[in-house]
């Protein structure tokens, strides 16, 4: 269901019309005119931020171009299980992770920008080609990914965010937010996944095409982000969206909230 609110002024333009044209009739006689001038613009609110505390220094970061073992190294030390580093790709590691985060409350999601390799094996569909719908056996394909979701605790997570929030915030105004903060975005994304809808099996599809698309259009209009906690099953969507949870509740503690004038 497409979110964006659609609003029109054309009923203050008639209303303003009307006050303006019974002023003007109500007298025949003619009357000195006062002219009033015109208040001020109203000054534009001040943008709201959600700023993350600055990390103690532990050690000097790496530029983002050289980051890429660094961040490996880090991620490999809170996942704590070598096996599940195989699913990681090895370069462009922060960049990957700002896009991909940047992209998942839109409709696409190029594959070139995940961090992480697609799940193995095809989609799979269960039911008849008129009764279409994602089969049980789909949701053991993000396994792996469950594992890394289960091993990796969100208050060692946050942290190392934090630590490593100046490379993540430059990708940010590399991608093309020069004036933009990327936590801003993060806890954007963080409450648009939340807010992915509880869809009880069985999920039904149709397939128009080569690819699946779900039957229901209201859900085919969701975010990609939204839509791929729908497609790992309603298992793997809630344990993953309380784990977010968690996220969010440990970047609460490290925030305040600031006001930045906007003088444009």
Do not use: C
Not at 180 to 190: A, G, P, T
Not at 225 to 248: F, M, P
């Amino acid at each position: 269901m497409n979110k964006i609110k659609l609003f029109t002024v054309f009923a203050l333009v008639i209303l303003g019309g009307g006050i303006a044209a019974y002023y003007f009739f109500q007298d025949t006689q003619p009357v000195p005119v006062m002219v009033a001038k015109a208040p001020p613009p109203a000054a534009p609110k001040p943008e709201v931020r959600q700023i993350i505390e600055s990390a103690p220094v532990k050690s000097a970061l790496p530029k983002l171009s050289e980051s890429d073992s660094f961040i490996l190294d880090a991620l490999t030390g809170i996942i704590g299980d070598k096996s599940l580093m195989k699913l990681f790709h090895t370069e462009r590691i922060i960049r990957n992770i700002v896009a991909t985060i940047d992209n998942l409350p839109r409709m696409k999601l190029p594959s070139r920008l995940m961090p992480i390799e697609q799940a193995a094996g095809k989609f799979i569909a269960g039911g008849s080609e008129d009764s279409l719908s994602i089969s049980p056996n789909n949701a053991a394909r993000y396994s792996p990914y469950m594992r890394i979701v289960a091993a990796v605790d969100a208050q060692k997570l946050v942290e190392l965010y934090i630590r490593l929030y100046p490379l993540l915030q430059q990708a940010y105004q590399d991608l093309g937010y020069p004036d933009k903060y990327f936590n801003d975005r993060l806890i954007e994304v963080l409450d648009d996944l939340l807010d992915a809808p509880d869809i009880k099996e069985p999920v039904r599809l149709v397939q128009p095409t080569v690819h699946f698309q779900f039957a229901d259009p209201e859900l085919e209009a969701l975010p990609i982000g939204q839509r791929i906690l729908i497609r790992i099953g309603s298992k793997n969507e809630a344990k993953i969206k309380t784990w977010l949870g968690k996220i969010k509740q440990e970047l609460n503690l490290h925030m305040h909230e600031t006001r930045i004038e906007n003088n444009r």
